[in-house]
């Protein structure tokens, strides 16, 4: 079965600097990535997708996500935060039938 | 495109009474998803209909659980006999895929509903 991991439940970064939100994958086959973020009492919302098309992915809210197969990761990165990024955020891979979620980090943004 | 809505947005029940959420998907999708999540959980899979088809369900639901998408359309799951372990977000998501597999169609979702089982 397809899994993910998340380094790190909680990440904290100034406001302007770079976030790096790390995501690494176990599949058998090829995976579709997904990266999700989810503001508080709120349902999840897709920031981008990999589908093998191009190995960098571009997002909304200036997000974008790297696959690098060598290392099994698809990390998540903004250059510059801003205090609006600060939610949770979860990879999620396609397992066959469903999506199969990480544990999610909380990302933090400190003015 | 509406979204997806899910109803109740919360609810507050006592232990042993049964509950149920409603869920309308994006109205052109043909598949419909129930998950559960906990607080500092990603969410879990419960399960899944193609059109009227509940083709998959998870262990994690008992026999206390059940889910229905009559015609295709709305989607209802039930919980009977609610613990306090019940206490929860539930979140509905619906997406287009075609054939077996996911692939990479995104699932779409609604803003949840929250149970707390007292």
């Known amino acids: 079965a397809q899994s993910v991991t998340q380094l790190g439940s909680h990440v904290s970064v100034s406001e302007g600097a770079l976030v790096l939100l790390r995501c690494n994958y176990s599949?058998?086959?090829?995976?579709?990535l997904f990266w999700y973020v989810q503001y508080p009492n709120q349902g999840l919302q897709l920031l981008l997708k990999?589908?093998?098309?191009?190995?960098l992915v571009k997002g909304i809210n200036g997000f974008e996500a790297e696959f690098k197969k060598s290392e099994t990761s698809f990390h998540l990165t903004k250059p510059s935060a801003h205090m609006s990024d600060a939610a949770e955020y979860f990879c999620?891979?396609?397992?066959?039938?469903?999506?199969?979620f990480g544990a999610g980090t909380i990302l933090r943004v400190k003015s | 495109d509406t979204g997806v809505s899910q109803d109740p947005r919360h609810k507050i029940t006592k232990r042993g009474q049964n509950v149920t959420f409603r869920c309308d998907p994006i109205?052109?999708?043909?598949?419909l998803y129930w998950y559960r999540q906990t607080l500092g959980q990603g969410p879990e899979f419960l399960t899944y209909?193609?059109?009227?088809?509940?083709?998959?369900k998870s262990r994690l639901l008992s026999d206390r659980f059940s889910a229905e998408r009559p015609k295709g359309s709305f989607s209802t799951l039930e919980i009977q006999r609610t613990e306090q372990g019940d206490s929860a977000m539930y979140l509905c998501?619906?997406?287009?895929?075609?054939?077996?597999?996911?692939?990479?169609?995104?699932?779409?979702f609604g803003n949840g509903t929250r149970l707390t089982v007292t």
């Open positions: 599949s058998s086959v090829p995976p579709y």
């Open positions: 109205s052109e999708h043909n598949r």
């Open positions: 990999y589908t093998s098309a191009a190995t």
């Open positions: 999620a891979v396609s397992d066959h039938s469903k999506l199969v």
């Open positions: 209909f193609q059109n009227e088809a509940q083709l998959e």
């Open positions: 998501a619906s997406s287009l895929a075609r054939g077996t597999t996911l692939g990479g169609s995104p699932l779409h």
